[in-house]
């Protein structure tokens, strides 16, 4: 399921559930479609960045030591940074 659809399916979720509310005589939900798509929106945004760079950098002990496996094999580029005086 790609982002938007998960978007539209959650908005369409909450359209619901402030409906029953409603037809309840419950408060309904506050805010509208472009609101909830916002909000939606950047929590995806943001786990899927936490995900990528946690996936994608040696944060851990596990991974720590795939990278030196890795550089012991050659198989990644080990960039020294040289300081300039």
């Known amino acids: 399921m790609d982002k938007g659809t998960f ?14 509310l409603t037809s309840f005589g419950l408060t309904p939900v506050p805010g509208d479609e472009v609101v ?4 939606i929106s ?3 945004t943001a786990i899927a960045a936490s995900i990528a760079w946690f996936n994608n950098n040696y944060v851990t002990e596990k991974g720590k030591k795939q ?5 012991e094999q050659g198989l990644i580029k080990v960039v020294k940074y040289e300081q300039n005086t």
Request: glycine share 0%.
């Open 7 to 20: 978007i539209r399916t959650i908005v369409l979720l909450l359209a619901l559930v402030n409906q029953i």
């Open 36 to 39: 909830w798509y916002e909000i």
């Open 42 to 44: 950047t929590i995806v």
């Open 67 to 71: 990278k030196e496996v890795l550089q």
